[in-house]
Nanobody, 115 residues
Framework: QVQLVESGGGLVQPGGSLSLSCAVS????????MGWYRRAPGKQRELVSF???????NYADSVKGRFTISRDNAKNAVYLQMNSLKPEDTAVYYC?????????WGQGTQVTVSS
């Protein structure tokens, strides 16, 4: 059974940075595209970014130029570096495959951007 565990969230002031990590177990990680998603209060979950098995990346317009996704296949991990954070980035952040698998949603990690 595949398990994905997110970490690294927290409270940060506007303009600050956070780095999220996602550890993936129980899967041949390197062959799959992985994504970061988020759900803001009162909104639907949305795709933030994804990275293919070959390292090609894609970003939502709202985070382009501020967020960077990366992966380490040796560690079965995917990361999201978030810079220049804005209050509208406040959300629970999840990692999952891309496209996402229903059974692979984890608990997520809370990111709160506030002064």
């Amino acid at each position: 059974q595949v398990q994905l565990v997110e970490s690294g969230g927290g409270l940060v002031q506007p303009g600050g940075s956070l780095s999220l990590s996602c550890a993936v177990s129980g899967s041949i990680f390197s062959i799959y595209a992985m994504g970061w998603y988020r759900r803001a209060p009162g909104k639907q979950r949305e795709l933030v970014s994804f990275i293919t098995s070959g390292g090609t990346t894609n970003y939502a317009d709202s985070v382009k130029g501020r967020f960077t996704i990366s992966r380490d296949n040796a560690k079965n991990a995917v990361y999201l570096q978030m810079n220049s954070l804005k209050p509208e980035d406040t959300a629970v952040y999840y990692c999952n495959f891309y496209p996402p698998r229903f059974e692979s949603w984890g608990q997520g990690t809370q990111v709160t951007v506030s002064s």
